[in-house]
């Protein structure tokens, strides 16, 4: 009984990615013809897609089997392509809108044929590209005598799955994501983001943090000085995607300013907290209390300081804000 419902749930995760990339897949195609673009050149057959999902399903990894049966183009949009697989258990919990989904997808298939061989043949650190817009991922260990390759400190558990005319897949135990102490130092010293990003990542804030990720080119091209800041990560940034446009929410989330919890809950009531949108404060509503929880605008925090340097704070907050002061 138990592992039929098992199966009932991942079947029910398959179907609602498949409709969710074959609307996406639709979505591309129809927004390619009203701008009389030509149509896109096949970079593969059917017959080694169908290949590669089963070589896919036999190890395990359905879901990027059904996502690459059903919308090839999204993942095969170069002339070769690597994909690195997630696993079921890992890609199941992330929660995420189609257009972020899409994002999360392209960051791990890479525009080059990548071997096994190839990677452990690379020196550290080295980076490669992705289909993301300006985003890379990197090789941080390499073990060639255990034959060990970890790409953003994720261990690639399957290699070769697939290698075949311009296609190359291997298994990643969960989507990159991680922080060491040296990434710790990289934020302390030079403010620098994608730290933060896979910290988020890591902590269960996947959709945030993919979010972050993608309009954080614009976040520091409208802050050029954001010495210090304090960012509420919701669980869940699903629902709030398309009802303002993603910039201006993910920075209503960010404070220009380093707050940790116990900061906070030293302001009184109804004090306004300037963030990263010009004019659209947060407000501190009900006061913060230290063993009871949160109240920035209705909202409780429920994980603070999750993660705290001398120049940035993350608190874990129990949904995104409302987007009502955003015109």
């Not at 614009?218 to 398309?242: C, K, M, Q, R, Y």
Request: glycine letters at 4%; proline letters at 6%; aromatic letters at 8%.
């Amino acid at each position: 009984m138990v592992g039929s419902c098992s199966q009932w749930w991942l079947a029910l995760i398959y179907f609602t990615a498949s409709v969710v990339l074959a609307f996406m897949a639709i979505s591309t195609a129809l927004h390619a013809s009203s701008n009389n673009a030509s149509p896109p050149t096949q970079t593969t057959t059917y017959q080694l897609t169908l290949n590669a999902s089963r070589a896919l399903r036999r190890l395990g990894f359905n879901t990027i089997a059904t996502l690459l049966q059903i919308s090839p183009e999204i993942l095969l949009s170069s002339p070769n392509s690597t994909i690195f697989a997630i696993q079921d258990s890992a890609i199941s919990n992330v929660s995420v809108p189609p257009g972020l989904l899409k994002g999360l997808l392209q960051y791990h298939t890479s525009p080059l044929k990548l071997s096994m061989n190839y990677l452990l043949n690379k020196p550290l650190p080295s980076c490669l590209p992705t289909l993301l817009h300006r985003r890379n991922v990197a090789i941080t260990k390499i073990c060639a005598k255990e034959r060990l390759v970890e790409i953003n400190h994720v261990l690639v558990s399957h290699p070769d799955i697939f290698f075949e005319g311009p296609l190359s897949i291997h298994g990643v135990l969960r989507p990159f994501s991680s922080l060491d102490p040296q990434d710790v130092q990289q934020v302390q010293e030079h403010g620098r983001m994608d730290p933060i990003i896979r910290l988020l990542s890591s902590n269960g804030f996947v959709s945030f943090s993919i979010a972050l990720h993608s309009v954080i080119d614009g976040i520091l091209e409208h802050n050029t000085s954001l010495n210090s800041t304090t960012i509420f990560a919701p669980p869940d940034f699903a629902f709030v995607a398309s009802s303002s446009p993603l910039l201006r929410l993910v920075r209503f989330h960010i404070l220009p300013q380093r707050l940790t919890y116990k900061e906070l809950a030293s302001l009184p009531d109804k004090t306004l907290l300037r963030t990263l949108v010009a004019n659209q404060d947060l407000e501190i509503s009900g006061g913060i209390n230290l063993t009871l929880g949160s109240a920035i605008d209705g909202v409780q925090i429920v994980a603070p300081d999750i993660f705290s340097s001398n120049k940035f704070v993350i608190h874990g907050i129990s949904q995104a804000f409302r987007d009502g002061k955003i015109s």
